[in-house]
């Protein structure tokens, strides 16, 4: 085998399609006895449940994978609807126009006029953190009320805890800001171009990662994972077969010319320990916020995205999708909890996280509700928090690639698209070519 890919998440499963569509040989192993890593769907009393993402966006690459695999009567298009944060007794809804910026009760008058300063404002200073860049910026209501609990919500990380170079620079880069984010986003709405729209399948999200996976069973393992990973003898027992790693799995063992591995910090530090033992040490620092997802089935009849709940409020839920509104989920409502507030949360029983859900949500929408499910994501979303520092004494071996949400972005878009770079290089090298090698991704 000419590439071994570690982890059969959809960054791993994307890569491996993409090599294989470029004619490059290689193996996926998961761990797993089922394909998509956090990418969870399960059905429960006939209601489609997501228990890690609950949506992506259908940029062209994700359209393409879809296209590709024969999913695209499965899709599912939601508008974009609007988004609420919970702060001071009630739900506000998040400004998504110049309009709605004018009148949302989200901001006072003042905090409004603030915000009409940034282009005046320089762009993000060394060892900023999130917030005293957003403060600095906008104003501080604009950023405890509005982009603070948007951005540090979605990783249940505090956004003074976030240095903006390790997070949301990376984002306002992705998203092609640089200098004033007011007047880029201005740019932005003049030129028309709105963001891709918001995407799952009738079965939920892990559909995506099962048709690749099953595009290509011939060369994906499920149930089998990499115990370690080492270069070929020293002896140059193999040196005949011109390959450079051992992958040693359960199974036996591979022998392949390079690694591209996309597993968790921790066990991408176990695998590389051999190989690289600094780097492996740095990747044992980072840090992820666990989250409990608790999904709840409700009559409320609310119209939108969801909410996050600002921060400085006595709440321990992080925020709430409504799957029912959203994605047309008979009655479903996905909550996480924990975080970095409450990393403790995830160990209490199904029953006590239940409990919690349920209340908060009574109590923040006014609707009753019922548990469906609990789980658990014990190393869930990067931190991005100054833990992440270590990344800069992280380097990998010669033949060795990550493809992972600590070397680019954590959203699926954002891992189709390194998935499309490591595959094009990959090919290159081989003197065969991707559509990734040849395009801009
Ligand atoms: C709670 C949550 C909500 C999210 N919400 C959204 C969202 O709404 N929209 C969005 O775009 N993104 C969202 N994300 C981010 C996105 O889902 C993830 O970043 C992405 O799915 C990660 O995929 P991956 O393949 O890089 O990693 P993973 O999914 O972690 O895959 C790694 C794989 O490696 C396997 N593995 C581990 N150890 C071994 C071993 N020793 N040998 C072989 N295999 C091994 C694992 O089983 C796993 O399958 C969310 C993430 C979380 C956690």
Partial sequence: MSVGIVGGGVTGLATHHYLREAGVESVVFEADGEPGGVIRSRTVEGRVLDLGPQRTRLTPSIRELIEAVGLDSELREADDPPLYVYHHGK???????????????????????????????????????????????????????????????????????????????KALAGAGIEGSVLISVARKVLAGREAPPIVSFDDGLQRLPEALAEAHAETVRLETPVREVRRDGPDGERAGEDSQFVVETPDGETVVDE???????????????????????????????????????????????????????????????????????????????????????????????????????????????????????????????????????????????????????????????????????????????????????
């Fill in 91 to 169: 739900l506000r809804r998040v400004p998504q126009t110049p309009r709605e910026a004018v009148t949302t009760d989200l901001l006072s008058w003042r905090g409004k006029l603030r915000a009409l300063a940034e282009p005046l404002t320089d762009s993000a200073e060394e060892g900023e953190t999130v917030e005293e860049y957003l403060t600095r910026k906008f104003g501080s209501e604009v950023a405890r009320y509005y982009f603070g609990p948007l951005y540090g919500g979605i990783y249940g990380s505090h956004p003074g805890e976030m240095p903006v170079e390790r997070s949301l620079a």
């Fill in 259 to 441: 690694l591209v591995v996309t597993t968790p910090a921790d066990v991408t530090a176990d695998l590389l320990a051999a190989l690289a033992p600094e780097s492996a040490a740095a990747l044992r620092e980072l840090n992820y916020n666990p989250q409990a997802v608790v999904h709840l089935h409700s009559d409320a009849d609310l119209t939108g995205a969801g909410y996050q709940v600002q921060y400085d409020e006595a709440f321990r839920t992080l925020g709430v999708t409504w799957n029912a509104g959203l994605l047309d989920r008979d009655g479903v409502y996905t909550c996480y909890l924990g975080g970095a507030r409450n990393p403790g949360l995830v160990d209490r029983s199904d029953d006590r996280l239940a409990s919690v859900a349920v209340a908060e949500f009574e109590e923040i929408t006014g609707a009753s509700a019922r548990p469906l499910s609990v789980h658990r994501l014990r190393r869930g979303m990067p931190a991005y928090d100054r833990s992440w520092s270590a990344l800069d004494r992280v380097s990998t071996p010669e033949g060795v690639r990550l493809a992972t949400n600590y070397t680019a972005r954590a959203g699926i878009p954002g891992r189709i698209r390194e998935a499309k770079r490591v595959a094009g290089e990959l090919a290159d090298r081989r003197g065969k070519s991707t559509e990734a090698s040849t395009a801009t991704v």
